[in-house]
């Protein structure tokens, strides 16, 4: 095949896959909020994302999530999903300049506060600086923990099954530690509580 014909079947090739982006994104019925939507978009990023580092294990839809540890604003460790074993989990990732991680953030604290001691643990998990964050939360308050993780190659989002780095990202893990369901992207209003019920 001679290197033109490759070149146009690449160009071809990234903006078919631009074209379905740009459908499931901003298309009739906003794709992208379905199952199926998010499924082929998580594997569109998927494919466009960079090799996790070596060692660092990502989580795949249907098995356990890797147990890993990070700081919640006290400086204390929290283990991830350990410490909330045997209830359904939502973590959310986000970061105080992710304007739609910010908009949504009532909405997932709202939910948390509807749970009690027995239901779905909410979970906020800031790719940012501690010290913006303590900020925000002054000023935002919310219910559920929140921990930080230092943004890169291996961080929580990475680890949680989002390579590319999209956010906000939300992930549902089962009272079990599998990983149940992912979400790319902000959730709209009243979406929650159907999502984390599936």
């Keep these: 095949m001679r290197a033109t014909t490759k070149v146009i ?3 071809l090739g990234a903006g078919v896959l631009g074209a379905l982006a740009g459908l499931m994104l901003n298309g009739p019925g906003r794709l992208w909020r379905t199952e199926i939507g998010q499924r082929a978009l998580q594997g569109v990023l998927a494919s466009t994302a960079p090799e996790p580092p070596a060692g660092v294990r990502i989580a795949q839809r249907g098995e356990a999530v890797p147990v890993w540890s990070l700081p919640d604003l006290d400086g204390g460790a929290v283990v991830i999903p350990t410490a909330f074993a045997g209830r359904k989990l939502l973590v959310n990732v986000w970061a105080t300049w992710c304007g739609p991680c910010v908009r949504e953030m009532p909405a997932l604290d709202h939910y948390a506060g509807k ?33 930080v ?16 780095g999209v956010l906000p990202y939300s992930v549902l893990i089962g009272a079990d530690g599998r990983l149940l369901r992912q979400r790319i992207g902000p959730f709209a209003d009243g979406e929650i509580e159907g999502w984390a019920r599936d």
């Excluded at 993780?149 to 590319?164: E, I, S, T």
């Design 115 to 147: 749970q009690g001691a027995n239901g779905l643990q909410v979970v906020g998990i800031a790719l940012d600086d501690p010290a913006a964050v303590r900020d925000f939360l002054r000023r935002v308050p919310v219910r559920y923990p929140i921990l």
């Design 149 to 164: 993780d230092v943004p890169g190659p291996a961080d929580a989002g990475v680890r949680l099954g989002n390579p590319k």
């Design 9 to 11: 079947l690449v160009a």
